[in-house]
Structure formats: C-alpha cells, structure tokens
Nanobody
Framework: QVQFVESGGDLVQPGGSLRLSCAAS????????INWFRQAPGNQRDLVAT????????NYGDSVKGRFAASRDNTKNTVYLQMNSLKPADTAVYYC?????????WGQGTQVTVSS
C-alpha cells in the first residue's frame, strides 16, 4: 500500500533552518509528483511545494517562495523540504501527499515549531 513517513520536524528559533524528509513506498515513486502541505491549528491544510516526478520542476506557495526548497531523490524514494529563514508563521504540521491511481495519500505529518 502507498505509505509516506515524514521526519525532521523540530523546535527551531526564528531565522533558523530545518530539513524535512519524506520516505515513500508502495507505488512507482519516480512517476508521480509529490506535494508538501502544512496545517496550523485552526487553519486549513495549505500547499507548500510540489516536486515534479523527475525533480526538475518545483512550485511553491507564495508564503514560502525564496525561503523553502523542495527536492527528491528517486533512487531513495524520498522527498525533502529545506526550510530557511523560518518564521513563527511557519509553525504547523507538515505532510507529504500524492495523488496515486485516483486516490489521495497522506503521511502522518511532522511537527515544525518556530519560536524563541
């Protein structure tokens, strides 16, 4: 079955950096775009970044452009989210997502907290 396992979330000070990882299994990873979403308490789940199947193309939400960078390693079935210049507004649970064979699949999420 399709599975995602996110890791790398932590408590970090404003201006700091974190790198999230998402290990995928159960599908032809290199054939699918992978998304990073985030959800803060009381808010909807928002799209943060999308990485194309080959990794050569990425798209970002307006709030993270210039600060976050998404990438993937198709040899490891893993996607990454490098987050720099973190702000308290980036505090959220971060999720991996893909639309595979007509269904939405999500990981369990990893908590990122930006606070002094």
């Amino acid at each position: 079955q399709v599975q995602f396992v996110e890791s790398g979330g932590d408590l970090v000070q404003p201006g700091g950096s974190l790198r999230l990882s998402c290990a995928a299994s159960g599908f032809a990873f290199s054939s699918y775009a992978i998304n990073w979403f985030r959800q803060a308490p009381g808010n909807q789940r928002d799209l943060v970044a999308t990485v194309a199947p080959g990794g050569g193309s990425t798209n970002y939400g307006d709030s993270v452009k210039g600060r976050f960078a998404a990438s993937r390693d198709n040899t490891k079935n893993t996607v990454y989210l490098q987050m720099n210049s973190l702000k308290p507004a980036d505090t959220a649970v971060y999720y991996c997502h893909a639309y595979v064979r007509g269904n939405d699949y999500w990981g369990q999420g990893t908590q990122v907290t930006v606070s002094s």
